[in-house]
């Protein structure tokens, strides 16, 4: 990992402009995206599809695709990818493009979501315009609620559009809160994969925390620079709730109050929330003996906090979905899901998934596994099989500090701590994209990023995160370096004359082809993949910038092609994705929603098959059920769940027999705020009174069987099917 501060870049570009370059690059996406929500932009670099389709083919993060022949021009040039079309010469087409600029009209079809393209030349609306889709009523509810200033958690079905949701109130919070926005908005979710669907950074990042196993390491919210970081957050947004436990969400939200002096929730910041309790929960820790009794466990579910209910939370249930069109599909995943009827949903998946895919476009279906094992396994297994050279992409990665942390007057102590907090930052660790990628032609791939390329009738053509491919062959950097530059030149980018005709979109246009060849020329890699698509798009994929800023400290980049092999997935890490074809390995799943959040990553029964599976396999936690029954009862402060108070108590009753500092009543009642970090524990351990309790329905012993003496998800009695509390323990 490189540090790069103050010091000049491998092109010679100084560090500090670099860092502006790159983030005006980021910006330029983003903007493209605002916009794309508000008006249509014409996008010059868009090509026209080889089958004559005047359009943009979308590659996003999911399209699976595959590479073609070596011997093809990169005739065709967008930000993110390029499109093969040997049919059409690069300089016609760019020219077209330019010519029609002022022809397109708007055709952005509201009732059916899609966009459609008048007969204005190969000229196209922006990917991002033309994936666009309206907000259905419920999706606008969840919009008025945020625009009120509402603290709000939306939560439905797997495919109901939360992420998508959020990222619409992100776009919109950033057109509120323009140069402001990184400093009011925190942008959060439990684990760094989650993160990646929101550009945002972990929950713990954002909030200054490391790995917290005790409570006093919760004290370092209150560090000097953190501390007046959170202080001028205005909002905060998490996604993937289903990840945070109540323990995290309960001492966050106290020691928000402390820190910002406000005893209101969350201590004044605006909390939007989006997940779904029935997928994956928090890993929790397991008690063992002789643990001391301060130990942060990160137990429960969010909503099983007291401050949780304290917040005025406005609860919205989406219940469209999305993702799936089938009706019999969708119902089964929604009984998979409550944990109704299990054998007959079971049973209809087995008459419908137990069989071979078809193979689409020489495109195979993505494994999913419950363990890291099988993937690895797999994955590594099928590439040895397949014949020829073995390319290595190695990410170019780096650390960019806040520009107010280079300063010359800035403590250079600081400096170094804030490098090495972002040196060590777990999106290192967690980012979608490997630090190395090993792939042959052949191989099997998955898209992790969207790409800006679109088209189609309806869109059909879209490529998206998740989107599958194959490899067809690899291209030398340096000829796809000269398609970009003939493209900059046909674009009029390297004449003045040209550029000073264009308008502000055109110039961003040709900035943004430039940026690309900078980063290709900085990158070590000497070939690009091509890739062939499910959809039949066939695409070169360049590295793409992966990041994720810590507001006042800096941001963390990694610059890496966005794919990955995709022969095997672990579940835990398709969460968020959308698949088009899918093989499921059911029987070892271990954790709550495990195999819901595997079989909704389906976009159709056609598309799924079920490797194996048992009884047990589907686990649902009454705990969840009992929430969403109040949600769907429209009355969700009728929810009797007392896990908290009951574990608590257990907690602390323990404590008073054993380590009398850990104790529950420790916690301050709201009102009376103190300015230092809630260090000592709200509880303390016992094995004994710890079991059975995740699930908040059993005094003692097992969640499942109400026995003492074993865990639920070990519970002897849980064969055949019954349910079990969805903690994972490490
Ligand atoms: N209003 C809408 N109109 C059309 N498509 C939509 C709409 N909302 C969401 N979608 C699409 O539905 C799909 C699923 O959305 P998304 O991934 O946000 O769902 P999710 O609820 O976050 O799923 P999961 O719980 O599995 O993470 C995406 O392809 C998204 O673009």
Same mark, same amino acid.
């Given at each position: 990992?490189?540090?790069?501060?103050?010091?000049?870049?491998?092109?010679?570009?100084?560090?500090?402009?670099?860092?502006?370059?790159?983030?005006?690059?980021?910006?330029?996406?983003?903007?493209?995206?605002?916009?794309?929500?508000?008006?249509?932009?014409?996008?010059?670099?868009?090509?026209?599809?080889?089958?004559?389709?005047?359009?943009?083919?979308?590659?996003?993060?999911?399209?699976?695709?595959?590479?073609?022949?070596?011997?093809?021009?990169?005739?065709?040039?967008?930000?993110?990818?390029?499109?093969?079309?040997?049919?059409?010469?690069?300089?016609?087409?760019?020219?077209?493009?330019?010519?029609?600029?002022?022809?397109?009209?708007?055709?952005?079809?509201?009732?059916?979501?899609?966009?459609?393209?008048?007969?204005?030349?190969?000229?196209?609306?922006?990917?991002?315009?033309?994936?666009?889709?309206?907000?259905? !009523?419920?999706?606008?509810?969840?919009?008025?609620?945020?625009?009120?200033?509402?603290?709000?958690?939306?939560?439905?079905?797997?495919?109901?559009?939360?992420? *998508?949701?959020?990222?619409?109130?992100?776009?919109?919070?950033?057109?509120?809160?323009?140069?402001?926005?990184?400093?009011?908005?925190?942008?959060?979710?439990?684990?760094?994969?989650?993160?990646?669907?929101?550009?945002?950074?972990?929950?713990?990042?954002?909030?200054?925390?490391?790995?917290?196993?005790?409570?006093?390491?919760?004290?370092?919210?209150?560090?000097?620079?953190?501390?007046?970081?959170?202080?001028?957050?205005?909002?905060?947004?998490?996604?993937?709730?289903?990840?945070?436990?109540?323990?995290?969400?309960?001492?966050?939200?106290?020691?928000?109050?402390?820190?910002?002096?406000?005893?209101?929730?969350?201590?004044?910041?605006?909390?939007?929330?989006?997940?779904?309790?029935?997928?994956?929960?928090?890993?929790?820790?397991?008690?063992?003996?002789?643990?001391?009794?301060?130990?942060?466990?990160?137990?429960?579910?969010?909503?099983?906090?007291?401050?949780?209910?304290?917040?005025?939370?406005?609860?919205?249930?989406?219940?469209?979905?999305?993702?799936?069109?089938?009706?019999?599909?969708?119902?089964?995943?929604?009984?998979?899901?409550?944990?109704?009827?299990?054998?007959?949903?079971?049973?209809?998946?087995?008459?419908?998934?137990?069989?071979?895919?078809?193979?689409?476009?020489?495109?195979?279906?993505?494994?999913? *596994?419950?363990?890291?094992?099988?993937?690895?396994?797999?994955?590594?297994?099928?590439?040895?099989?397949?014949?020829?050279?073995?390319?290595?992409?190695?990410?170019?990665?780096?650390?960019?500090?806040?520009?107010?942390?280079?300063?010359?007057?800035?403590?250079?102590?600081?400096?170094?701590?804030?490098?090495?907090?972002?040196?060590?930052?777990?999106?290192?660790?967690?980012?979608?994209?490997?630090?190395?990628?090993?792939?042959?032609?052949?191989?099997?791939?998955?898209?992790?990023?969207?790409?800006?390329?679109?088209?189609? !009738?309806?869109?059909?053509?879209?490529?998206?995160?998740?989107?599958?491919?194959?490899?067809?062959?690899?291209? !030398?950097?340096?000829?796809?370096?000269?398609?970009?530059?003939?493209?900059?030149?046909?674009?009029?980018?390297?004449?003045?004359?040209?550029?000073?005709?264009?308008?502000?979109?055109?110039?961003?246009?040709?900035?943004?082809?430039?940026?690309?060849?900078?980063?290709?020329?900085?990158?070590?890699?000497?070939?690009? !993949?091509?890739?062939?698509?499910?959809?039949?798009?066939?695409?070169?994929?360049?590295?793409?910038? *992966?990041?994720?800023?810590?507001?006042?400290?800096?941001?963390?980049?990694?610059?890496?092609?966005?794919?990955?092999?995709?022969?095997?997935?672990?579940?835990?890490?398709?969460?968020?994705?959308?698949?088009?074809?899918?093989?499921?390995?059911?029987?070892?799943?271990?954790?709550?929603?495990?195999?819901?959040?595997?079989?909704?990553?389906?976009?159709?029964?056609?598309?799924?098959?079920?490797?194996?599976?048992?009884?047990?396999?589907?686990?649902?936690?009454?705990?969840?059920?009992?929430?969403?029954?109040?949600?769907?009862?429209?009355?969700?402060?009728?929810?009797?769940?007392?896990?908290?108070?009951?574990?608590?108590?257990?907690?602390?009753?323990?404590?008073?027999?054993?380590?009398?500092?850990?104790?529950?009543?420790?916690?301050?009642?709201?009102?009376?705020?103190?300015?230092?970090?809630?260090?000592?524990?709200?509880?303390?351990?016992?094995?004994?009174?710890?079991?059975?309790?995740?699930?908040?329905?059993?005094?003692?012993?097992?969640?499942?069987?109400?026995?003492?003496?074993?865990?639920?998800?070990?519970?002897?009695?849980?064969?055949?099917?019954?349910?079990?509390?969805?903690?994972?323990?490490?």
């Amino acid at each position: 990992m490189r540090r790069k501060r103050n010091s000049l870049t491998p092109d010679g570009v100084p560090q500090k402009r670099q860092a502006t370059l790159l983030t005006s690059f980021a910006r330029i996406d983003k903007a493209l995206a605002i916009a794309g929500s508000k008006r249509k932009i014409v996008d010059l670099t868009k090509p026209t599809l080889s089958n004559g389709i005047s359009g943009k083919p979308t590659c996003s993060n999911g399209s699976q695709g595959g590479a073609v022949s070596q011997s093809r021009p990169a005739s065709h040039v967008s930000a993110s990818c390029v499109e093969l079309n040997p049919s059409r010469s690069l300089n016609k087409t760019a020219q077209s493009s330019l010519q029609s600029v002022s022809h397109v009209s708007d055709t952005y079809n509201v009732k059916s979501g899609q966009a459609s393209v008048e007969a204005a030349g190969p000229s196209t609306l922006s990917a991002d315009e033309a994936s666009s889709p309206q907000l259905c !009523p419920e999706q606008e509810k969840v919009m008025q609620l945020v625009r009120d200033g509402k603290n709000v958690f939306f939560t439905g079905n797997a495919g109901t559009g939360k992420t *998508f949701m959020l990222n619409k109130i992100i776009e919109e919070l950033r057109i509120k809160y323009g140069r402001d926005f990184i400093s009011k908005v925190a942008l959060a979710a439990p684990t760094g994969i989650a993160a990646t669907h929101i550009q945002g950074t972990t929950l713990n990042a954002a909030l200054g925390l490391g790995i917290c196993n005790y409570y006093k390491d919760f004290g370092s919210m209150f560090k000097k620079e953190t501390r007046a970081r959170i202080s001028r957050y205005e909002i905060l947004i998490v996604d993937e709730v289903s990840m945070l436990s109540a323990e995290l969400f309960n001492t966050i939200e106290s020691n928000l109050k402390r820190l910002r002096n406000d005893v209101r929730p969350a201590g004044g910041l605006q909390l939007i929330m989006c997940g779904d309790f029935f997928q994956l929960p928090p890993v929790t820790k397991k008690w063992t003996p002789g643990m001391p009794s301060d130990m942060f466990l990160n137990w429960g579910y969010a909503f099983q906090a007291p401050a949780w209910k304290a917040a005025n939370i406005e609860h919205v249930l989406l219940t469209k979905v999305f993702r799936q069109q089938d009706g019999e599909f969708i119902k089964i995943l929604d009984n998979i899901r409550y944990g109704h009827d299990i054998p007959a949903a079971l049973k209809r998946l087995r008459e419908l998934c137990m069989r071979p895919l078809l193979s689409s476009n020489g495109i195979k279906a993505t494994q999913l *596994f419950s363990r890291n094992k099988e993937v690895d396994e797999t994955n590594i297994r099928e590439l040895a099989v397949l014949k020829g050279a073995t390319a290595v992409f190695g990410a170019e990665d780096e650390v960019v500090l806040d520009p107010a942390l280079q300063g010359t007057h800035v403590d250079p102590t600081w400096q170094r701590e804030a490098t090495s907090r972002l040196e060590k930052n777990e999106f290192f660790r967690d980012c979608l994209a490997a630090k190395e990628i090993r792939m042959k032609v052949g191989a099997q791939v998955l898209l992790i990023k969207n790409l800006d390329l679109e088209g189609g !009738p309806n869109n059909s053509r879209q490529l998206v995160n998740g989107s599958r491919g194959v490899i067809t062959s690899m291209v !030398p950097k340096a000829d796809v370096i000269r398609g970009l530059e003939a493209n900059r030149k046909a674009l009029g980018g390297d004449n003045n004359i040209s550029m000073s005709k264009m308008d502000s979109k055109g110039t961003q246009l040709v900035t943004e082809v430039h940026k690309k060849v900078e980063m290709l020329r900085g990158w070590a890699g000497t070939e690009i !993949p091509v890739v062939r698509f499910r959809n039949g798009a066939e695409i070169q994929v360049l590295p793409t910038i *992966f990041s994720s800023t810590v507001p006042h400290t800096g941001e963390c980049r990694r610059v890496q092609i966005p794919l990955k092999l995709a022969w095997a997935l672990t579940i835990h890490k398709c969460q968020g994705l959308t698949l088009d074809l899918v093989q499921v390995s059911l029987k070892d799943c271990f954790a709550q929603g495990q195999a819901y959040v595997a079989l909704s990553r389906a976009r159709s029964l056609e598309g799924l098959q079920i490797l194996d599976l048992d009884s047990s396999c589907v686990r649902t936690d009454p705990a969840v059920s009992d929430f969403y029954a109040a949600l769907k009862g429209g009355d969700i402060k009728s929810l009797k769940d007392d896990a908290w108070e009951r574990w608590s108590c257990m907690r602390s009753g323990s404590a008073a027999q054993g380590d009398q500092t850990a104790g529950f009543g420790s916690q301050q009642p709201v009102g009376s705020v103190s300015q230092q970090p809630q260090a000592l524990n709200s509880f303390g351990a016992s094995q004994a009174v710890l079991k059975g309790a995740t699930g908040g329905r059993q005094n003692n012993g097992c969640f499942h069987c109400g026995q003492p003496g074993h865990w639920a998800n070990n519970c002897p009695s849980k064969k055949g099917g019954g349910s079990t509390t969805g903690f994972i323990r490490r």
